[in-house]
């Protein structure tokens, strides 16, 4: 028996092949690929229904031209998901025409699919019957409603009439705008911390009072807002969902804070095994979300404090002013990017000395903070060893930022600094004092023969 099966399987999917072989003959010089199924503008499709074997989904554009999932549930769309499908089906080429005066659709599996496009001012719809698959090359057995032809259709449509309603589902469901949010609570694990943003900047609140790293923050911030769906595990949350996917007390909590909009969100999340849940404050939603979001949670505060002492761009420095011991000097850019003496005396600078040590200062990184110090006076701060202010021009705003030097632990190549911006102290590499000036001529051009003899021994090396 189950030989005859095989036979008469065999025998049905040669006549097939023969049947399209001799369709593909017969239709030979009559590509249509010019010719349209469809001809509407995507823009004025309203309403989309995309009926399959086991399961209907209806979408609906609202008055901002966003996509929603009515049917089989009431969810927001991906809305660059639906506008491809709306886009493929509204401006449909044929590919080939197989029965010019109409035939059989059941012989051609019509209608496995059915596509139907509700279209501004026109009360009837546009609908179309999809088919099996042309088993030479894949493209489609198709027809229109109120045309008689079957036809084929690029196979790359299948793609979208293949997708679920997950697939069609808006998967970053918690969004929010980052930088609306001025405050942020994190608790994870064994790591807690609140910080707040005051004008560009954030501070940290607790543990300690801190700069933090303005990018890193605002990568925690990013993390959340563009967390995306792996599933929908719960569409309106009760309680006991809550307790079977562990968020009733999350592991890891964080709390948003828009003074703007008067509101608060609060993230809960929870790892179990492989898996990542995920709901907010404002959603009724509870979601399988992409496990990489814990990676920005748990970094710590040191991981997270803004270790540069002072933040500018070399090239936006205007004027630099240094104050160590008995040296007192002043350079200013001028033209062509020159710098100039402003004090002690007027005077060309040397440019290659005078940006050299702005790039030293940029580059002054905390090897160790020194948080709460006790007094100045112990890390010769007070009065400070010596002073750095750099003021910076960027369009027509000016700013400047300076850096206090303290002592020097010459055992460990270290120097202490300050922020007068900052309450606590940084513990930098003290390489940066060599290229401050013991005088001013230190940092005059060399003599035209002096500039010679180096051209030679970098030359000689």
Not at 154 to 175: I, M
Not at 281 to 299: F, G, M, Q, R, Y
Not at 391 to 412: A, C, F, I, S, Y
């Amino acid at each position: 028996m189950k030989f005859r099966t095989t036979l008469i399987l065999m025998a049905a999917f040669l006549a097939l092949l023969a049947a399209v072989l001799l369709f593909e003959s017969r239709s030979r010089g009559k590509k249509a690929s010019e010719e349209k199924l469809v001809d509407l503008s995507s823009d004025d499709i309203q309403k989309i229904s995309l009926k399959k074997e086991d399961e209907t989904i209806v979408f609906k554009k609202d008055d901002k031209g966003d996509w929603f999932i009515v049917e089989p549930l009431e969810a927001k769309a991906d809305t660059y998901e639906v506008n491809r499908l709306a886009q493929d089906f509204s401006s449909l080429r044929i590919d080939r025409v197989i029965e010019p005066e109409g035939g059989d659709p059941a012989k051609y599996e019509i209608p496995k699919k059915e596509l139907t496009l509700w279209v501004k001012d026109k009360e009837q719809p546009v609908k179309l019957f999809i088919g099996m698959e042309n088993p030479l090359d894949k493209t489609l057995f198709a027809k229109k409603e109120d045309d008689p032809r079957i036809v084929l259709l690029a196979s790359y449509l299948k793609s979208g009439l293949d997708k679920t309603v997950f697939d069609f589902r808006q998967k970053d469901v918690f969004t929010f705008e980052t930088q609306e949010v001025k405050n942020i609570k994190l608790r994870a694990k064994d790591i807690s911390w609140e910080a707040q943003k005051k004008e560009e900047d954030w501070f940290f609140l607790k543990p300690v009072s801190a700069l933090a790293r303005k990018t890193r923050v605002e990568d925690v911030l990013r993390a959340l807002s563009s967390l995306r769906a792996k599933g929908f595990v719960s569409e309106q949350k009760q309680e006991a969902d809550l307790e079977k996917h562990g968020l009733k007390e999350p592991e890891y909590t964080v709390i948003l804070s828009f003074p703007s909009e008067n509101k608060e969100m609060t993230f809960s999340l929870h790892k179990e095994g492989d898996k990542v849940y995920a709901t907010t404050s404002l959603s009724p939603k509870i979601i399988e979300a992409e496990s990489h979001v814990l990676t920005d949670i748990e970094k710590k505060v040191e991981d997270l404090r803004e270790k540069q002492v002072v933040a500018f761009n070399t090239w936006e420095a205007a004027k630099v002013d240094v104050k160590k011991a008995d040296v007192a000097l002043v350079v200013v850019k001028g033209k062509d990017d020159k710098w100039f003496f402003e004090s002690p005396d007027k005077g060309e600078a040397d440019r290659s000395k005078v940006e050299t040590f702005i790039r030293k200062i940029e580059g002054l990184e905390a090897s160790e903070f020194i948080d709460l110090p006790a007094g100045l006076e112990e890390y010769g701060l007070a009065p400070p060893q010596g002073e750095v202010t750099i003021w910076t021009k960027r369009d027509e705003t000016e700013k400047h930022v300076q850096v206090l030097v303290g002592r020097q632990d010459e055992e460990k190549k270290q120097v202490v600094v300050k922020n007068p911006r900052l309450d606590y102290l940084f513990r930098v590499d003290s390489s940066f004092l060599n290229e401050i000036p013991a005088k001013a001529e230190d940092w005059k051009p060399a003599p035209p023969e002096d500039k010679k003899e180096d051209k030679k021994k970098e030359e000689k090396k």
